[in-house]
């Protein structure tokens, strides 16, 4: 670890002298030397503070004599204005603070004066009405707010914990009560909707609330949050299960920004309104959330998302992971336990880490969330590795006959699994924004895992009939009929009648296409690296294992078959099958 000079880091009396004597106007000093930390020096727990030690030293030299957070390290726009950008105080806060062997900025002169400078930054920018601004100077950022009072709390907390800063701590929580006051406010529709539009945004600053009121309680705001928290329940939750993003679900908000929110504000105020919420949300993941039978991750029902595209989740996820603030629910909630890592694989992650020859991978700018480290503040609630084997098998599509059917706002998620195949499918009179793609959706078996995952946002690779100009039905409403019956039945059409698809779903998948005129039949195929397949005139077969999967159009036609160029999973690849048609199309899976 590289040397620091006695004049750069003060510790003790000498520096709790500094810090308190630091004005509130002191401005950046010269970035602090840069450190190249060895992996055996982070307990396992702290592994995932390892990366942002490193990226301290640069961030500083690129912040501003006034405490801009310059250089792109986080949020775009990185321009003075955008409140968010200025979140990486509290990763300053953090090594300024904190007394760890590997921790050399401990009390740091360079690193104070950048977190002071950087927080007088961050409060000039609030609103009269407590708001913070992102994208316009003007604006009353709904998200920028409720961020800000997360990570402005949590900053507040490490200053009071050391004493730290003293005048910057009457100013965070004049700020935060500024904040709170504007953000409670269930007449503020910036941020209360019914339903709420981004519900993760919302719920953000209900958990900094949560903090900031344990911090300096105020009777009047305490009771404006458990009505927040209430609201939160009725607004921002889907009937069928998915946290709002939109107005539709969106896997990536939801499992890695949303929940974790949701047990930073339950930490903080014990509401069971958020165990509730967490206990629906987890019976949807169930059914969207799709394991791989060899244990090697999740695929995720994208097509479905309102705004992002996460399609894969490794089973075991080391720090640094969004997701990692779940599993506080695991005790509450025993079935989150499936989609968290249990303690022993983590554990053995963990060591392979340490022992790793190469150098700590340096993060890249944008990459770097601050909330990796605020979240660690809760300690780790991993399941057992028997635990979550347990919550696996109580996973909806492991069992081997149901038909489910959700619906919200004009949306159907159909869900249905027979004892050889789990598909699903996204319907209705709208969708929730135009990235989402309508029709089948995922195809899934029991032993070979997922063969099918259509994607969101991507005309070229999700399950669709296309007319010439690249123009699927999938990018469009398509209104279902549930005819029911053994096998499964619905017939779905496009908003204009061009195109009608039929389905049944039994040993065998049917899917029989009748369009206006001559289309193309486009599969995105999950091929892994040891998949066979054979494409001829008539159909492809695909062999997994043991298990041959076989596509058959009946009839000899031209089809192709091409990897996509930026799709690609662990041990898999996207592969994008096409057969043009005459518009009329009749596809019978089957599986041997």
Known sequence: MNAFSRRSLITGATAAGLLAALPVTAHALPAPPPVTPGRRAFAPEEQRFAQYLMLVSPMVADMNPAGFFGGGWWRSPNVRYNARVQEHVYTLAWFATQSRPWNPYRGNAEVLAALDAGLGHYLGLQHADGSWPEYSPDQHSLAATGFAMGYLSKTNALLRSTRTLPARQRQISAALHRAMTWFLDPSTGTVWQSPLTWANQTTSGLAGAGLALRQDPDRVLRGRLTEALRRLAVAGQSPAGFFYEESGADTNYNFEVMLPELADAWRQTGDQNLVTMTRRYTDWLGYNLLREPDGSGWFANIATNSRTSSKFYADVRPDPERTALNAQFVPEVPDLAAFVSSREDLAAARRAWAASPEPIPALAKQDTSPRILAHAIYGERYPS????????????????????????????????????????????????????????????????????????????????????????????????????????????????????????????????????????????????????????????????????????????????????????????????????????FDLVVSVR
């Open 385 to 584: 590795r028997a635990q979550r084997t347990a919550a696996i098998a109580r996973l909806p599509h492991r069992r081997s006959h149901f038909t489910e059917l959700r619906s919200d706002q004009g949306q159907d998620f159909l869900f249905v699994r027979r004892p050889r195949w789990y598909v699903g499918g996204y319907f209705g009179t709208r969708r929730a924004t135009s990235l989402a793609r309508t029709g089948l959706t995922f195809l899934w078996h029991p032993v070979a895992g997922t063969l099918v995952q259509s994607m969101n946002n991507n005309n070229h690779a999700c399950w669709a009939t296309v007319f010439s100009g690249q123009k699927p039905d999938s990018d469009g409403v398509q209104r279902a009929e549930f005819l029911g019956g053994e096998p499964y039945r619905f017939r779905y059409r496009t908003a204009s009648g061009s195109v009608v698809t039929e389905v049944t779903v039994g040993d065998r998948i049917t899917r029989t296409v009748r369009a206006q005129s001559a289309a193309t039949e486009q599969i995105p195929l999950v091929v892994k690296d040891s998949d066979v397949l054979v494409l001829d005139g008539r159909g492809l077969t695909l062999t997994r294992g043991r298990t041959v999967v076989r596509f058959d159009w009946g009839r000899t036609l031209e089809p192709q078959l091409r990897p996509a160029s930026t799709i690609s999973y662990p041990g898999r690849r996207l592969h994008v099958l096409t057969v043009p048609h005459d518009g009329t």
